[in-house]
């Protein structure tokens, strides 16, 4: 198992590339601490983890509120003895227009949910981590944050990801000789409620970008993240690493 005894946050676990990484976090023997905003999805999933055989606690909140960050760390080192690792998940996509015709409160949402919360997260994290010795942080950010490959209408978005990029370098810095690892994930297009699910039109859009003509499916993000929070990563940190089906690879 990847992730035996291995004590991990994940954020954003209430459905798409959370729920997926959270279930597989536990199948590889991972003690999981599921964050979200809604509780009733997140009790049905720390149910299904435990009648799959694995561990899983909850706690609802709002990942923009630094109590809430700080109560996940709580209920990790509380529950099951410390923190190992975080999947720093949680995020939207926001309205997609031009930066002319955006309101000043979709780019204050967006910057919010998908980087000040990171920070908050990592502020919480960190400290636990260190009173271990050791520990891996992965953000998912995007590959709009790296090449916004033909997607329209995403001023904010691509700002916020492309900042938790440089985010995760800069805290990758700052704690490399404290054997903290930090690591960013740049999915591709994925099938999930905030890609398009439910929406052919704007599936088939979005995966005629790709170069292999599809989007991902959460679980194969999800495997991604499984490897930079496992020990075989452990010479990783800083990293930008891109899960995009090619689609960089076609804007290079």
């Known amino acids: 198992m990847e992730l035996e005894n291995k004590i991990i946050i994940v954020t954003g676990a209430s459905s798409g590339i959370g729920a997926a990484a959270a279930k597989l976090f536990a199948s590889e023997g991972a003690n999981v601490v599921l964050g979200a905003r809604r509780s009733t999805e997140l009790e049905v999933l720390a149910d299904a983890i435990s009648r799959a055989g694995g561990r899983a606690m909850y706690l609802a909140g709002d990942v923009k509120d630094e109590g809430y960050a700080g109560a996940l760390v709580d209920l990790a080192t509380k529950a099951f003895g410390g923190l190992d690792g975080a999947f720093n998940n949680a995020g939207i996509v926001g309205e997609m227009q031009p930066v002319p015709d ?12 998908n980087l000040t919360a990171a920070f908050l997260a990592a502020k919480a994290q960190v400290p636990a981590m ?28 691509a700002a916020s990801k492309a900042g938790l990029i440089g985010f995760a370098q800069s805290l990758a810095s ?11 994930l740049l999915p591709g297009g994925t099938i999930t409620p905030s890609g398009g699910e439910g929406n052919p039109a704007a599936l088939e859009f979005i995966a005629g970008l790709h170069p292999m ?3 991902a499916a959460p679980a194969e993000i999800a495997q991604a993240a499984v490897f930079l929070l496992s020990d075989r990563s452990s010479f990783m940190t800083g990293s930008p690493m891109i899960v995009d089906g090619g689609i960089s690879v076609r804007l290079a």
């Open 130 to 157: 260190k009173a271990r010795g050791q520990g891996s942080i992965v953000f998912t950010a995007s590959f709009v944050g790296f090449s916004n490959g033909g997607m329209p209408g995403m001023g904010a978005y």
């Open 174 to 184: 700052d704690h490399a000789a404290e054997g903290i690892r930090v690591n960013a």
């Open 102 to 113: 955006m309101s000043i409160g979709n780019w204050t949402d967006v910057i919010s949910v």
């Open 213 to 215: 003509k599809r989007m």
